[in-house]
């Protein structure tokens, strides 16, 4: 008998990369170059390989070619549930948010969007595990950047932000 559970989570899955410019990428999108110098045959034979999925990562989607990628669980999950929230309409982004931090950013555009009373919100953040406790955190903002601490909502499941949202 086959468990479904396995088919849901491959044990080989590509590298992903967090791009400086807030994509989600594979390493043959990426490229061979970085800042840091250009990836040597070895490296680059390793990264466009399959490897097993670690304990820290979690598995979403490259942004160019949509192959399933592994990258750290925050970052994964930020992703998913942005790509989740596009399905349903509401414009969701990948941001940087200082030092290769993640958040998935929601604006703010219509009604259906409306989850602060705040007149001065202009959009959402949300994080996953920002605290180690595997947690997904919707914090408001202003158009300043500036935080607005009413708003704040937690909750475990993706669904359950969705559903708020
Ligand atoms: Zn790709």
Redesign the pocket.
Known sequence: MIKSKQLERPSLVHKGIWTPWAEL??Y??HGRNFSSGQLSDWQWEIHTNPLDLTELNRITT?D??A?PIQVYDEVAEEHNMALTLKEHGIDAVMEQTGGMNSACRVNKIDEREMISDDEDCAFYLIGFNKDGDKQYILSSYDEEYAYIPEDDFQCGTKNEMVSHI
């Open positions: 990428l594979c043959e999108c490259c160019r070619c192959r």
